[in-house]
């Protein structure tokens, strides 16, 4: 009884650090959406990517003392020509493949990066320097961390960004008309591999910030943090309806808070498993997650 | 001969082997899944855990005989995976794989925070019941379930849904029924892989059946080639002797692992023996060689 009351007073504090949590994820999930989205493919390539995007700002943190805002850009800089290299090298000879080969080369991507990271940067964990002064801002009885207020205002910049491009510019109409079809959208004379491209380029962008954002947020990265994380982000967009923009960031945003939540309940051993109950449960009661399309079944 | 005999009782060539068998009849289950009914399941290791998990239990706990347990590993798993599948094969594609990888995630996690199972701390002293001439000997009946089931009715059921679910349920086959009974049978081949791995490494860990254990199944399944026998038994024994081969290049062995696993699929996207049909090339070669019987007696005749 006594824990339920402590969660209850906890419950507006337990929300502001979940929304920081989840606006990371949802960062990432961006990423998988959109992706999947043009071209049905889940890319399990995109965790490493996120994870590269951390050592990258670690990296110039620790070597070039930039401020974290340099680094974040560092990051980006560094992982969107990859991303548009590994979509170009591992998943473009592979267009219009069985649905299993794309995926298969996703894996292979995926490992060889890991494998690459651990054999330069060693498999363990690493110390993020504190680049954010650690001040505490009280709003009532909820403390903002000012990490948590970086968190939430460059993810909600990138994001509010992402909607501009895709709603707004012509890029942006073209990626959605690629992932409504993409041979009608070659029809229309659209470039189908400069889309496919700047949307792999978009997502790598995202989840390099990402990467940085929680490197500084957990203080800790290593060259495997990017599967379990990938996953979970993946099953964020699913939740939220794979392909769907809004869906991932409210996928992720709402992950994050159930993760948290279910840590103070005292579910802390089962924490990566609630993302997976939670992911279970929302496809049994909608298949195509909450923001998701029915799927048309055509002969 | 004698040399024949040393080289299968070298203790690390036997576990290396026996090890290769466990991981085939593993796959072939996947192989049933993915290959035969196309459904996707990225977790598979987690039924394999499932086996494993029970049969050790068994093992340590009751004086039941190895074999048994390992038998009712494989209906825990089947069991198991024919509870996921009733709710979640009414999902396609990559929804049932996420459905499935989650599911293999939570058995970890459940295993990870269990007292019966060890923890993450493992179970250990299973004994060493597993040895080649068991697996073998399995290895061979389930290939032989593999082919009766792929020529049956069930079978031949499982190819429609494959190929096109909507014109099978259009022609009479109940596909949810079908899909959960090949995924019911594909979990309990992976539970049966589970209790024979528990007994051949005499240890367990929850870690050792994570995704990367569910991809690389998926892997012995795609690379050799999906939807076929031979396939799945070449690339479940090249990928699983592959690393072993490769012990010489050292820390960068896994780099040349996946470096292979993209040029494999960009070069042969179908997997090695993916569309070789075996009987058309035996019979393709039986064919020829008549055609130059027949010539040379033509000319001989002249």
């Known amino acids: 009884m006594e824990q339920i009351q402590t969660f209850f007073q906890l419950l507006p504090q337990q929300l502001v650090n979940g929304i920081t949590l989840g606006a990371t994820y949802a960062l990432i999930a961006l990423g998988y959406t959109m992706v999947y989205g043009i071209i049905q493919l889940i890319n399990f390539a995109h965790g490493e990517v996120y994870m590269i995007g951390a050592f990258v700002g670690l990296l110039m943190v620790v070597y070039f003392k930039v401020n974290f805002f340099v680094a974040i850009l560092c990051a980006i800089l560094v992982c969107v020509p990859l991303a548009v290299l590994i979509e170009r090298v591992a998943y473009r000879p592979l267009r219009g493949s069985t649905r299993l080969a794309p995926l298969i080369s996703a894996l292979g991507v995926s490992l060889f990066l890991q494998t690459l990271m651990t054999l330069l940067m060693g498999p363990n964990a690493q110390g993020f320097p504190q680049i954010v002064k650690d001040t505490i801002y009280t709003v009532g009885t909820v403390k903002f961390s000012l990490v948590q207020v970086v968190i939430l205002v460059v993810s909600s910049t990138l994001m509010v960004t992402l909607h501009m491009i895709v709603k707004f510019t012509k890029v942006g109409k073209a990626m959605r008309a690629t992932s409504e079809s993409y041979e009608t959208a070659n029809l229309m004379g659209i470039n189908i591999n400069r889309i496919i491209s700047f949307t792999f380029a978009i997502g790598a962008a995202l989840a390099g910030a990402g990467g940085v954002l929680v490197g500084m947020y957990f203080n800790s990265i290593h060259p495997m943090m990017g599967v379990i994380v990938g996953l979970k982000c993946f099953c964020a967009a699913v939740l939220g309806g794979i392909g769907s923009i809004p869906g991932a960031m409210l996928g992720g945003v709402f992950l994050g808070v159930a993760e948290v939540m279910g840590v103070a309940l005292g579910f802390g051993t089962y924490r990566d498993a609630i993302a997976f109950a939670l992911l279970i449960l929302v496809l049994l009661l909608k298949p195509t997650g909450i923001l998701g399309k029915p799927i048309q079944r055509k002969v | ?302």
Do not use: W
Request: positive net charge.
């Open chain 2, 1 to 302: 001969m004698e040399s024949i005999i040393g080289f299968f009782n070298d203790p690390y060539i036997n576990q290396v082997l026996t090890l290769t068998g466990v991981y085939l009849i593993t796959a072939l289950g996947l192989h049933l899944i993915t290959g035969i009914t196309g459904q996707f399941s990225f977790g598979h290791a987690g039924f394999m855990s499932i086996g494993a998990y029970t049969a050790a239990l068994l093992s340590l706990h009751l004086d039941t005989p190895f074999i048994l347990n390992v038998f009712i590993g494989g209906l825990a798993a089947g069991l198991a995976g024919m509870l996921l599948g009733f709710p979640s094969l009414r999902l396609t594609g990559d929804y049932l794989g996420i459905t499935t990888l989650g599911f293999a995630e939570i058995v970890r996690i459940v295993f990870i925070n269990l007292d019966i199972t060890g923890g993450a701390r493992g179970l250990a002293g299973i004994p060493k019941n597993t040895n080649l001439t068991i697996v073998l000997l399995l290895v061979v009946l389930s290939i032989i379930c593999m082919y009766r089931i792929h020529n049956s009715r069930f079978g031949r059921a499982l190819t429609a849904i494959r190929e096109d679910e909507l014109a099978a349920e259009a022609i009479g086959i109940n596909t949810l029924i079908y899909k959960v009974k090949a995924f019911a049978t594909g979990t309990f081949f992976a539970g049966i892989g589970g209790g024979l791995y528990a007994h051949l490494i005499q240890y367990l860990n929850p870690s050792d059946f994570g995704v990367s254990r569910s991809f690389e199944l998926l892997n012995f399944v795609v690379l050799g080639g999906l939807g076929s026998v031979p396939g799945t038994i070449l690339g479940t024994t090249v990928l699983t002797l592959a690393p072993e081969f490769l012990r010489f290049v050292k820390e960068y062995r896994m780099l040349i692992y996946s470096a292979l696993m993209v040029t494999m699929m960009i070069f042969r996207p179908h997997g090695l023996l993916g569309g070789v049909n075996f009987r058309k090339l035996f019979l393709d070669l039986v064919n020829r060689r008549l055609a130059r019987l027949a010539k040379t007696k033509d000319v001989g005749g002249k």
